[in-house]
């Protein structure tokens, strides 16, 4: 490596010129040359010192041996970084110690070692060294079991993937590595009794013909503050250079206008991505949720959750139907629907296996293996590349690790604190880390937000709110959630000297108001009894505090809002955060989480957006926490208030509305107590429900003592308030009235079969023909002949399941029509059926074998699935399809011929164990949309041509 010169002005006397000095180049966090500059502990002592001994430096760049030989050949006035030895003293001057570099043994917290004092205290452990060390020789000497490695950041890794029980090297260094690759649990030890040789100094060395230049060094040095340089290093050491004190946000007039005409942001967060963002109890949290948490403290903006897997929230964000992603990673493939913020977390993506001799050493060590990845996870395509048809998705991480304890699968691709999540969680005690995914353009996560390029003004803005986010503050949320012990909730910490004298003004009892009729959640039974969800929130908080909670009845939920904000009741135990943002009120911490649904008659298809159905009156309650946000997002919407959950599915069932809005705990609730069969879910609103308690602001003490018992809520608690009031309970009922007009009926049926004897054989034969004829019109859909959505809900799943128990191919394709909309205007809605007739008929003359289902989706819109043979059979018979239907030709009543063609999707794959159906339709789908986007009138294999 050739030497480079940087000069750096810094205060120095005008009369001397600058002062040739040999720095490190890849000596972080001491001293380092990056994209930034020359940076590191030692260049900050080094400005430092040129201040206080007013020497002006020129830096020289290169390896260790290129200055050190350059100094020795007297090309260079100094030396940085550089150890008093005996056999160097006759050769040099050296100024006095600023720095002293200790070695230490590092563990992982996890897995810790025990107390060491002694080299043979580690035996029986392997231990992690650099190669060719100084102090090696010792530790063999000690009968220890060394694993060597070329390179610092290997080290590190070792020790956190498990290669190694305990490493040993310099403590900064290590710790510093440790840190900026986000492994939190790596912490020293001890130091490593390696007999007097664990301490190295550093000092600056000049020539012995310059005695002045050391004097002014040398005194220079002895000016600095030595709690200046500790701070320091620490500050390097923990957080890689970055300042520790406050920096407040500050936002131009422009960006505070911004804020303020914001809407609530709807937030992506995964569900199944701890610690970073989980689903616990109701409750979603985690690093990502602490994060952006504190952003929007920063900002001022507001958030609403949206919890789900990754390829759901995807999906929505592409759609436009959520604003922000929390865990995105910056991709050049996502660049053009998404605008990414700075990161604010890096995770290492690591192989995760239980075969004992697998190491990940190269990405050919893939092929062969099964293996389990995240559905649409951003290195998908590059590891099918490597693996082809060994690669499965899985929908959730759980079933990942579950695949690999069973077998199914060799290897899981997952990030690092995710992957140890779920190995403590399912207690896989055989599973260890194969090594890191390293391929082109693939190092890890680096989790920023993603917004939609429509908020691309709130970039900037988050972004300074990240960095005000200081140093200490970022290390407690990662300490948190990625430390030795997971802690996922506080400890009730008592009441304060105030709280207890506000409660005996109130004779340490509480009064509270809440919805009469929201069950599962709250509402009150034939006695008027308190019940629901929180009844149960309510009786955990009185044992935790000693509160007594004394309910006082309202009428309706408006009742309990004025009665609360009135001075009436002292709480609402439920009430949704954006409905609580009002003056008068204070709300808790939210505490339960829960999904917003759009309910649809039977026969309703599945809608991918909610703008899909804004020429459609939707029911929602006027009550209900999402109507003013629904109005704000979504202003296309034909919302119609009702007066409760019975009049909205009812009037649905009715068919006075296409859909009613609601969550999907009190929906499924108020369908089973009505027993309606006949309504299920057909959309998803992706703006979910965040249910926090709410206090009258005036009352502080109060509201203080409201927010510790939620805090204090563990997941025990929530969890049980799910198994006693979410858990749906099918319950027989007997229906008299309908009793007797069967046996009514029954009689009538006796009297006639026994007056009409003779005809019997005749009436059963014509009923069995009607039940036949209505058995096929109820499945089929009437314009093309073809199966429709109830023949598809009869056997998507039921062959899926086939597939999956026998190791069978399945194979789903979308099968879409080109222009359509086209024809339609053109030609008119007569000729467009003809062209779907056609279309019909050729697909029927191609797909003939008893396992082939063929369904209209709706409008132009197919869909085909079946036992496949082969990835060549699929392939093979879609493409004949599409050649079939591109020879349509579908005369008109003027004389002219349509052309007709289709954009062809599939997915074919053997269902393994914890995937989901759903998944097979999602491929198909994004495959359809790849094949349009390619220009339409082709075939776009999921498994291939889709990233």
């Not at 430092?48 to 002006?56: A, C, D, F, I, M």
């Not at 009469?516 to 149960?536: F, I, R």
């Not at 086939?802 to 205007?825: E, I, T």
């Amino acid at each position: 490596m050739a030497l480079c010169l940087l000069t750096i002005q810094v205060r120095a006397e005008p009369e001397h010129s600058p002062v040739s000095i040999g720095i490190v180049a890849d000596n972080a966090p001491y001293s380092s040359l990056g994209p930034g500059g020359l940076r590191g502990f030692s260049i900050d002592i080094l400005e430092e010192l040129s201040r206080t001994s007013g020497v002006e430096f020129e830096y020289r760049v290169g390896s260790w041996s290129e200055i050190y030989g350059a100094f020795l050949r007297g090309e260079l006035d100094a030396v940085d970084e550089i150890s008093w030895r005996e056999d160097r003293a006759d050769k040099m001057l050296f100024t006095r110690p600023y720095h002293l570099r200790h070695t230490v043994i590092m563990h992982d917290e996890n897995r810790p070692l025990p107390a060491i004092e002694t080299l043979s205290d580690l035996k029986g452990y392997r231990i992690g060294t650099l190669t060719d060390i100084y102090y090696a020789g010792l530790l063999k000497e000690s009968g220890l079991e060394i694993v060597e490695y070329g390179l610092q950041p290997d080290l590190v890794r070792a020790l956190a993937f498990g290669w190694v029980d305990g490493i040993i090297g310099p403590e900064v260094t290590l710790r510093y590595m440790a840190r900026q690759q986000g492994f939190v649990n790596i912490e020293p030890l001890a130091a490593a009794p390696l007999g007097g040789q664990e301490t190295e100094d550093f000092r600056i060395a000049v020539h012995l013909d310059q005695p002045q230049l050391y004097q002014r060094l040398d005194e220079g040095l002895a000016a600095i503050d030595p709690h200046w340089i500790e701070a320091l290093r620490e500050r390097w050491q923990e957080f890689g250079g970055k300042a520790l004190d406050d920096k407040a946000l500050k936002l131009t007039p422009a960006q505070q206008l911004t804020v303020r005409q914001q809407a609530p942001l709807r937030v992506g967060l995964m569900s199944d991505y701890a610690p970073l963002s989980f689903e616990d109890g109701g409750r979603v949290q985690g690093l990502s949720v602490d994060i952006l948490t504190r952003v929007m403290d920063l900002t001022g903006l507001q958030a609403t959750p949206v919890v789900d897997q990754w390829s759901v929230l995807i999906e929505l964000f592409q759609q436009g139907e959520i604003d922000v992603i929390a865990n995105i990673s910056d991709l050049k493939e996502r660049r053009s629907f998404t605008r990414f913020t700075q990161p604010y977390h890096h995770v290492p993506i690591v192989v995760f296996t239980r075969k004992p001799g697998f190491r990940l050493n190269s990405p050919d060590d893939f092929r062969g293996q099964k293996i389990a990845i995240s559905t649409g996870i951003f290195y998908e395509r590059k590891v099918r590349d490597l693996a082809s048809e060994g690669v499965i998705s899985f929908d959730n991480q759980a079933s990942m690790f579950r695949a690999l304890a069973s077998g199914t699968v060799d290897l899981v691709l997952a990030a690092l604190p995710n992957g140890n999540h779920w190995v403590r969680e399912l207690g896989l005690t055989d599973v260890r880390i194969a090594g890191e995914l390293s391929l082109p353009d693939v190092s890890g996560e680096d989790l920023r937000f993603g917004l939609r390029p429509e908020l691309e003004p709130l970039v900037p803005i988050i972004d300074a709110a990240l960095a005000a986010i200081t140093p200490t503050e970022m290390r407690t949320i990662e300490n948190r959630w990625l430390g030795a012990q997971l802690e996922t909730n506080s400890a009730f910490t008592g009441l304060s000297a105030a709280e207890q004298d506000f409660l005996e003004t109130r004779s340490n009892s509480l009064s509270y108001c809440i919805h009469p009729d929201w069950m599962p959640l709250e509402g009150l039974d034939s006695k008027g009894q308190h019940q629901g969800l929180s009844a149960t929130l309510l009786d955990i908080f009185s044992h935790r505090s000693g509160v007594t909670f004394n309910l006082r009845p309202t009428r309706s939920w408006r009742d309990s809002l004025a009665a609360l904000k009135q001075g009436q009741c002292d709480l609402v135990p439920l009430i949704g955060r954006s409905e609580g943002q009002s003056e008068g009120l204070a709300l808790t911490s939210a505490f339960y989480t829960l999904p917003s649904i759009v309910l649809g008659r039977i026969e309703a298809p599945f809608i991918g957006s909610l703008s899909d159905i804004d020429q459609h009156p939707i029911a929602i309650v006027r009550d209900s926490p999402l109507l003013s946000e629904l109005r704000r997002s979504y202003p296309g919407l034909n919302l119609i208030e009702v007066d409760n959950e019975t009049e909205g599915v009812q009037g649905l069932q009715r068919g006075e509305w296409y859909g009613y809005i609601s969550t999907l705990a009190t929906a499924s609730q108020k369908l089973q107590d009505l027993g309606l069969a006949d309504i299920r879910v057909i959309g998803r609103v992706p703006m979910d429900l965040e249910l926090a308690l709410a206090t009258p602001a005036a009352e502080q003490h109060l509201g203080t003592l409201m927010q510790k018992l939620v805090l204090s809520l563990s997941s025990e608690d929530l969890h049980r308030m799910d198994s006693e009031w979410r858990t749906v309970r099918l319950q027989q009922r007997v229906d008299y009235s309908l009793l007797w007009q069967i046996l009514s009926i029954t009689a009538i049926v006796l009297f006639m079969l026994f007056y009409w004897n003779r005809k019997l054989g005749a009436l059963n034969r014509e009923l069995a023909a009607a039940n036949e004829r209505l058995a096929v019109t109820s499945t089929t859909d009437e314009l093309t002949g073809l199966g429709n959505r109830t023949s598809f809900e009869q056997h998507y799943e039921a062959c899926y399941q086939v597939c999956q128990r026998n190791g069978l191919s399945f194979m789903v394709a979308m099968v879409d029509a080109d222009h359509f909309k086209q024809v339609n205007d053109r030609f008119g809605h007569a000729v467009g059926d003809e062209c779907l007739r056609a279309i019909s008929r050729t697909m029927r003359e191609h797909f003939r074998r008893e396992t082939d289902y063929l369904i209209r989706f709706g409008g132009e819109e197919f869909v085909i699935f079946a036992v496949a043979n082969s990835p060549a059979d699929a392939a093979e018979r879609l493409e004949t399809l599409r050649r079939g239907i591109e020879q349509l030709r579908v005369p008109t009543s003027d004389g002219q011929e349509v052309r007709v063609s289709v954009s062809i999707g599939y997915c074919r794959l053997v269902p393994e164990i914890g995937q989901r159906s759903e998944q097979w339709l999602r491929m198909a789908d994004r495959a359809v949309y790849e094949a349009k986007r390619k220009g339409r009138n082709r075939v776009v294999d999921a498994g291939k041509d889709v990233v």
